[in-house]
Antibody, heavy 118, light 111 residues
């Protein structure tokens, strides 16, 4: 059974940083492309970015509003995906989901809430 | 950027009746590999999203056959043949042909 468990969310001040983790199990993690998707309170879904498998270069892509501020990485030895958030703004407040990608996200975690507020 | 426009925004439905949601793309979603990466996502209140349909018309394992997807190019439709109580929530179309974007969502509720 595919399982994705996010952690690391919390309250952070504007300009601050946070690192989210996503522990994966039930599939061959090192072969998977992985994404982060966020959802602001009461709003729709927004793709944040992805990291390809190392077999496909391990490269990352990001949506424009987070470029230069967010970094996605992976540790295949630990079956874990990361999202480093920095220079946070109030508009980054959201539930952050990690998701496995197969022709788009197919399995999603339960999400972790990031609140950016002074 | 690919923009996905869903309609309607809200869809009150009667139990047992059909429902239909439209998703229109700002550009063709046919990938250079010949596939069309248009998916449908369902999110129940307070829950994580779940993919129902991938590549226009393929149901995920465990998805009831009352759900069907169709369309091509820039116009796509999700149909529910007979709405059940568990079908409430928000439905999103999502494309993975050019980067990844979501439609704005359609809220399905029971009348």
């Amino acid at each position: 059974e595919v399982q994705l468990v996010e952690s690391g969310g919390g309250l952070v001040k504007p300009g601050g940083s946070l690192r989210l983790s996503c522990a994966a199990s039930g599939f061959t993690f090192n072969n998977a492309w992985m994404s982060w998707v966020r959802q602001a309170p009461g709003k729709g879904l927004e793709w944040v970015g992805r990291i390809k498998s190392k077999a496909h270069g391990g490269t990352t892509d990001y949506v424009e509003p987070v470029k230069g501020r967010f970094t996605i990485s992976r540790d295949d030895s630990k079956n874990t995906l990361y999202l480093q958030l920095s220079s946070l703004k109030s508009e980054d407040t959201a539930v952050y989901y990690c998701a496995r990608e197969l022709w788009g996200p197919d399995y999603w975690g339960q999400g972790t809430l990031v609140t950016v507020s002074s | 950027d690919v923009v996905l426009t869903q309609s309607p925004l809200s869809l009150p439905v009667t139990l047992g009746q059909p429902a239909s949601i439209s998703c229109r793309s700002s550009q063709s979603l046919v990938h250079s590999d010949g596939n069309t990466y248009l998916n449908w996502i369902h999110q129940r209140p307070g829950q994580s999203p779940r993919r129902l349909i991938y590549k226009v018309s393929n149901r995920e394992s465990g998805v009831p056959d009352r759900f069907s997807g169709s369309g091509s190019g820039t116009d796509f439709t999700l149909k529910i043949s007979r709405v059940e109580a568990e079908d409430v929530g928000v439905y999103y179309c999502m494309q993975a042909t050019l980067w990844l974007t979501f439609g704005g969502g359609t809220k399905v509720e029971i009348k």
